[in-house]
């Protein structure tokens, strides 16, 4: 290496080191603060997959009998690692300021979480049912499992949805982007989402953080439900914590690729047509279509 190059790499490392530089994205104001592990987030959800679908995911089960031992292994494995891993992210607790993720207090957490399993799986293998009742080219439960993206994405979300209600900081949000990126299904763990949940085929959707979906409701790809404008503080930021996602209630039907916009009520028993753009609330048993296409020519520019 010569001079010149030695004197770049310093000059670059001086100022990547700069702890006054872009303060708001370095990574620890203090050695104290520790950081969560994307790779031991990962491994949590590994574990969560195969405690939740043993057999399908993590390896064989052998038979019944070895199953109390196949899931006691990995409980207590992710019950470690969920408190050392909520731990972590004590400064990024803004509203207890850290307090909730004090050692004692995230091993609490970490056991409620283990506590509501059973109940994550139950919602989970209705979201499977859901599928299977919905889709003829699903063959069986199995294949539903193995295969769809969205059991992927919602196994994320169910788990990290659980981990905001019990209130830890940005774990929730790691897990779902991660399913994000594995899967193209974009759920905020903010969203509240009922039982017997089918997103088929699954590519572009998004649901976003103030969301509420009800029982019974079925998602095709490309379907936004999202924000129509964001509400502005006196300084022009975002105001964060409002309502500002749709509402869609038992038994809708969402086709692929419309857009449901705002802080809007989609009634029961309604059905949303593809590619429509949905601004205002609609009853109960109604029947969004999109408008029939107009054809027209142009001659020598008429009609232009």
């Not at 899931?71 to 494995?77: A, M, T």
């Not at 009742?133 to 994320?156: L, Q, T, W």
């Not at 924000?227 to 996602?245: I, Q, S």
Request: glycine share 10%; proline share 5%.
């Amino acid at each position: 290496m010569n001079t010149k190059s030695g004197s770049l790499i310093e000059e670059a490392i001086r100022l990547l080191s700069c702890p006054t530089c872009t303060t708001e994205c370095n990574c620890s104001g203090h050695q104290e603060q520790l950081l969560p592990s994307i790779e031991k987030v990962r491994e949590i959800v590994e574990l969560l997959r195969s405690i939740i679908f043993p057999g399908y995911y993590g390896g064989p089960v052998l038979n019944q009998r070895s199953l109390h031992h196949f899931l006691g292994v990995r409980i207590e494995k992710l019950y470690g690692l969920l408190t050392e891993q909520i731990h972590s992210v004590q400064h990024f607790d803004t509203d207890n300021n850290g307090e909730i993720n004090a050692t004692d207090k995230a091993a609490e957490i970490a056991g409620e979480f283990i506590k509501i399993l059973p109940e994550i799986r139950r919602k989970l293998c209705s979201d499977v049912n859901a599928i299977y009742d919905g889709d003829p080219a699903a063959k069986n439960h199995g294949e539903i499992i193995f295969c769809y993206p969205s059991v992927r994405a919602m196994i994320n979300y169910r788990a990290a949805h659980t981990l905001l209600s019990l209130g830890v900081p940005l774990i929730p949000r790691i897990i779902t982007e991660m399913a994000h990126s594995e899967t193209g299904i974009d759920i905020h763990p903010g969203a509240h989402i009922g039982d017997y949940f089918c997103i088929d085929h699954g590519t572009g959707v998004v649901i976003g953080e103030t969301c509420i979906i009800g029982n019974h409701v079925r998602l095709y790809q490309g379907v936004t439900l999202g924000a129509k404008k964001f509400e502005l503080d006196d300084e022009g930021n975002p105001v964060k914590n409002v309502p500002r996602h749709p509402i869609i209630e038992d038994n809708v039907v969402i086709y692929s690729n419309a857009n449901i916009l705002g802080r809007i009520t989609i009634g029961k028993n309604s059905i949303i047509g593809g590619n429509v753009w949905q601004i205002k609330s609609v009853p109960p048993n109604s029947k969004i279509l999109q408008q029939n296409a107009v054809e027209s020519s142009f001659i020598d520019g008429s009609g232009i």
